[in-house]
């Protein structure tokens, strides 16, 4: 059975530039695509904070959506106050471009070595990588100042 989360994007990231610009963004080292994952990066840190703790599986019942940051990781948010950070072992080219991947799982769990593959928006694939394992976080005590 194929899974895809639904992956978050902000209303900023919308609009789709064409196929050349992409690439030619990815390649500078503070382009556009750059500049997407280090806001998004920024959003989860104000919410997050790390536990410390690490797991090589995470269930599947309990993910909301995955927030792609970079081309190596992925923040999957979690049903009540948890999160999950995942570092791939190596670098997903055209993760943080194409923001969406599938995988196939029949065990219920998501988990560390797992192959995702990376889907255009027609649902092409563009290649496949393995999760690392999942670090942990957890939303930080509401106070005024982030309500």
Request: glycine share 6%; proline share 3%; aromatic share 8%.
């Amino acid at each position: 059975m194929t899974f895809a989360l639904p992956t978050a994007v902000a209303q900023e990231d919308t609009q789709k530039e064409s196929s050349e610009e992409q690439h030619a963004e990815e390649a500078k080292p503070k382009g556009r695509l750059a500049l997407r994952g280090e806001k998004r990066r920024k959003r989860i840190m104000e919410k997050y904070e790390t536990t410390g703790k690490t797991r090589s599986c995470v269930p599947m019942r309990s993910l909301r959506q995955s927030i792609i940051l970079d081309d190596s990781t992925i923040f999957f948010e979690s049903v009540g106050r948890k999160g999950y950070m995942n570092k791939l072992p190596r670098e997903c080219r055209g993760l943080l471009r194409e923001e969406r991947f599938a995988y196939s799982n029949s065990f219920g769990s998501l988990c560390r070595a797992e192959i995702i593959t990376i889907l255009d928006s027609f649902g092409r694939s563009w290649g496949s990588c393995s999760l690392g394992d999942f670090e942990e976080y957890q939303k930080k005590p509401k106070t005024e100042s982030n309500e």
